[in-house]
């Protein structure tokens, strides 16, 4: 761990990797399990102490955004919303300023990749903030209590989400995760074969969840359904990625991609993306997330991944190369 003292205060750099999930999104949300790796995009959170005070300001610096926002610590703890670009900044300063009484001033820099094509920079940023305020503060949160200070943030900006981007980004790896059941079990798998495809398009996660919600409004048992049947392909998925069975992963993502096309979340650029990856010789492709835009995947034997790729640019995708599996929270030096 890196502590360094300057003059009075202490400055702490924690960092946390995104999340490309692999099978089970949206069924997540209704308490059915999933499957995400984490990836190599990381968000690091700089948090600083300053003077001893009766009435500490927190200082946000978000360098994604080009923002500073400063707020005195009542206002943190009172506010019903946050300016955007520090949303999810001082939702974790909240939710740790709930527990601990912080007598400082207390100053925020994040900072990570200009793009981040919706592979979790929300959840990571939170995670890295809770992490970096663990440590500058001696709190000695555990990972199970970083995961749930972090998660209750999440959702204090988003409303509705399962939290499983942020057991990726804590814990890192590959995760079975099963919040109903208190499951989150790290895999142990190599290096995973998948390409990333970026779509271009993007669209609100929030947006999308909304859109399944009243989706199962309309047809509860039918979306209940189909949500048990993405949950049997996730426990199939689960061990076929033990047993690295990349052709049954691959087959198991078409039928998972099938119900989310069921779920309305499937767009046109990424349906071409994921039939020109099984036209090139993938085991499979689906889409990855909330839809709408942003990822797909395709799941390759190691001799097919360049054509995999090529044939991804040609559908007018843009390949993301980040590794998979990637370490979850950490401190910096
Ligand atoms: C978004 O990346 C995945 C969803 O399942 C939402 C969530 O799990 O919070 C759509």
């Known amino acids: 761990m890196q502590v360094t003292e300057t003059g009075s205060s202490m400055r702490v750099t924690a ?3 995104g999340k490309l999930m692999l099978f089970g999104e949206h069924a997540v949300v209704y308490g ?22 009766d009435t500490p300001y927190v200082t ?35 939710r740790i300023a709930e527990r601990f009484r912080l007598e400082r001033d207390l100053t925020l820099r994040t900072h990570g990749p200009q793009r981040s094509f919706g592979l979790g920079s929300s959840s990571a940023v939170t995670v890295a903030v809770v992490g970096s305020l663990n440590a500058l503060l001696g709190l000695d949160l ?38 109903s059941r208190e499951i989150i079990e790290p895999l142990a798998v190599p290096e995973l074969p998948v390409v990333i495809g970026f779509s271009g398009e993007k669209v ?12 199962r409004d309309r047809h509860p048992e039918r979306i209940d359904t189909i949500f048990d049947l993405i949950a049997a392909l996730t426990q199939d998925a689960r061990d076929a990625l033990l047993r690295q069975d990349w052709a049954l992963l691959g087959e198991l993502s078409q039928m998972n991609q099938g119900l989310l096309d069921s779920l309305g979340v499937n767009t046109l650029s990424l349906a071409r993306l994921i039939f020109a990856a099984q036209a090139a010789g993938a085991c499979g492709a689906k889409l990855s997330g909330a839809g709408g835009g942003d990822c797909m995947f395709a799941i390759a034997d190691a001799p097919k991944l360049e054509a995999v790729r090529a044939a991804l640019r040609a559908a ?18």
């Open 15 to 17: 960092s946390a990797p």
């Open 32 to 53: 059915r399990p999933c499957l995400v790796t984490a990836v190599d995009l990381r968000i690091f959170a700089v948090t600083e102490n300053g003077s001893r005070t």
């Open 60 to 94: 946000v610096h978000a360098s994604v955004a080009d923002t500073v926002i400063r707020m005195p610590l009542t206002d943190v703890l009172t506010a019903e919303t946050y300016p955007r670009e520090a949303a999810f900044v001082l939702a974790a300063v909240r």
């Open 142 to 179: 555990s990972p199970r209590e970083i995961f749930q200070t972090a998660y209750a943030a999440v959702l204090d900006v988003q409303g509705k989400a399962s939290g499983f981007d942020v057991a990726a980004a804590v814990y890192g790896g590959t995760l079975y995760y099963d919040l």
């Open 204 to 215: 609100s996660t929030v947006n999308l969840v909304g859109a399944v919600a009243a989706l």
């Open 316 to 333: 007018g995708g843009e390949i993301v190369t980040l590794a998979t599996n990637a370490p979850g929270l950490r401190l910096e030096p």
